[in-house]
Structures are given as structure tokens and as C-alpha cells.
């Protein structure tokens, strides 16, 4: 089992970055494997 652990630094409030990460609409651009979601 191969175990990565990667940390960055997000200069934005912690509401914008939440909300951001909620819409599912914005998955496709930081879930690098994911090309398109859809809610059903």
C-alpha cells in the first residue's frame, strides 16, 4: 500500500473554501481523476 500525504497553503477564508469544495460543479477542477459530476 502506497501511502502520499501533500499539504499547500489556501490564502482564502475558510467560508469561500468550503463553499467552494461543497458545489459539486467544482469537483472536476481539484479531484485531478474527475472529469465531469453530475448530481442525480
Not at 16 to 35: I, K, T
Amino acid at each position: 500500500m502506497v501511502d502520499v500525504t501533500v499539504s499547500g497553503v489556501v490564502r482564502a477564508p475558510p467560508s469561500e473554501v468550503f463553499a467552494f469544495l461543497a458545489d459539486l460543479g467544482n469537483w472536476p477542477r481539484w479531484q485531478s481523476d474527475m472529469q465531469t459530476a453530475t448530481l442525480v
